[in-house]
């Protein structure tokens, strides 16, 4: 491996490129960090002065973002094939997901930016959207391109799964894998096969080299992660309403849930607690704040179930 570099340079003869992931809810709008007006997330080589993978992490975010770093953990590694160093060598991606609050935009780097997750996967965004017809429509024209019958109905069934169609109900997880079908299908601009009949537009904004990809691959499982563990709370201000804590949710899974029995679920695993005569004005009424309990780390914040999505 070669000595350190510029913050925004890859060197040619490197073989382990670190990408980061550093996620923020700001105004109950998932935000991602991203360099390169957008076009990358905050990432570099690891090499000899880095004592560890995270210590590398680390030191790319700080150098190219100067974003505060709290809640870190390995992502996922993988080999890019389509990216050769100098030698010829594929770029193998050691990812990480971080869970921070969103600096504010004078204290980041100028080449520094928090982008609207949804901006990449706006077909993930199921709050208030309709169903992404010209996406599906793209879909279906690959569905009936297929060879013969048995290859058009294996199509057909890898759609219907990825989406929710039925007989299928939607999984919010399957983020990578729907990404991955539109990659495959010419449907995204990171794609060497390219639709000439689709609008791109319709499946967001691209990234450089893979790194869509691995943005996939945080959400999945950040949206898995919240169902089982109080990751949430690293996101979320110190103190916070019922509402608020709701909204965060459901910015993060893309579905609104249902009010009640999300409240039943928090409220049931006792991780949140009321703060005495502190209250928060919400469409004119006010509402109790509440904080997470010093606990909060060692239990859970939601059931091992599907979201309670609302109807």
Known sequence: MSVHSSPNTFPDDGLVELVTVLTAVTDHRPR???VCGGAK?????????????????????????????GYVEQLYTFVDGERKNAQGMPILYVSYLGLVKEATEHSLNPDATWQDWY???????????????????GLYAWVDAGNDAQERQERLRRVQLCWGLSPYTW??????LRYELLYETGLVAESPWQNPNFELRHT???????????????????????????V??????DEFTLLQL??????????????????????????????????????GRPAQLYRFRDTVLLERLLSNTRLPVSK
């Open 232 to 237: 949430i709370f690293e996101l979320m201000a």
């Open 41 to 69: 997330l905050p990432s570099g080589q690891l090499t000899p002065i880095h004592h560890s993978l995270q210590a590398g992490v680390k030191d790319w975010v700080r150098s190219q973002t100067t974003q505060p770093m």
């Open 204 to 230: 967001g904004r691209h990234m450089q080299h893979s790194h869509r990809r691995v943005l996939a691959t945080a959400l999945a499982r950040l949206r898995a992660k919240i169902k089982y563990r109080p």
């Open 246 to 283: 709701q909204k965060s949710v459901e910015a993060l899974s893309g579905q609104e849930l249902h009010k009640q029995n999300f409240r039943r679920q928090v409220q049931q695993q006792n991780l949140i607690e009321a703060i005495e005569g502190r209250f928060a004005h919400e469409r």
């Open 171 to 176: 999984s919010e997880e399957q983020v990578l």
């Open 32 to 34: 991602v960090l991203t």
């Open 119 to 137: 901006d990449y996967f706006p077909w993930e965004d199921r709050r208030n959207s309709s169903e992404p017809t010209k996406i599906l429509a």
